[in-house]
């Protein structure tokens, strides 16, 4: 099910390396107190609306409303987030990276002890999510980011992102 849209001015550079640290950190004790409290599956829930995630950015460190949020806001997650300590994975990223995700899913499934058909179709999601936002939606926005997030029960939650000349478009999917 998608769950929402966000559009973004696009804007190019990088997070100032000291900024992307303490995202990473704040990133990491958010993710584990939401899931003390609420589980895995209100961490997607929330991962999954674009108003909660644009809010994460900011409370994490970066408020610039800019295409930036997306990729370093998904980039602090993918690197605070452990499937041994949280029993959630998360897959692909940005440009080259976002091809990657099968691959993640594979080795972050196995950590998470998922069965090769839980695998098979957490792949499935993933690649059926991208292909409907850049293929079937049709609205000139080419993506260039795509991060799924999974919990150890098999569900997910996908944030990717597209550009067009001027701005960048998120996309958010929960498995619900």
């Not at 696009?10 to 609420?38: D, N, Q, S």
């Not at 990729?71 to 949280?86: M, N, R």
């Not at 940005?94 to 090769?116: C, F, H, M, Q, Y």
Request: net charge positive; glycine share 10%.
């Amino acid at each position: 099910m998608k769950t929402g849209v966000a559009n973004l001015p696009l804007h190019g550079g990088k997070a100032p390396t000291w900024l992307f640290k303490r995202m990473k950190l704040l990133a990491g004790a958010i993710v584990e107190a939401l899931i003390y409290e609420y589980g895995q599956d209100e961490f997607l829930r929330r991962i999954s609306d674009p108003y909660w995630f644009q809010v994460l950015s900011c409370v994490i460190g970066f408020d610039w409303h800019s295409s930036g949020t997306t990729t370093t806001t998904t980039g602090a997650l993918k690197e605070a987030i452990s499937p041994e300590v949280h029993g959630l994975g998360v897959a692909g990223g940005k440009g080259k990276t976002s091809r990657k995700a099968p691959l993640d899913i594979e080795t972050v499934g196995a950590v998470l002890r998922l069965s090769s058909q839980k695998i098979d179709e957490l792949k499935y999601s993933s690649k059926m999510a991208a292909k409907v936002d850049n293929a079937l939606v049709q609205d000139g926005h080419q993506l260039y980011h795509h991060t799924l997030f999974f919990s150890e029960n098999g569900n997910w939650a996908v944030v990717q992102q597209g550009m067009s000349k001027h701005y960048a478009r998120r996309y958010h999917w929960l498995s619900d």
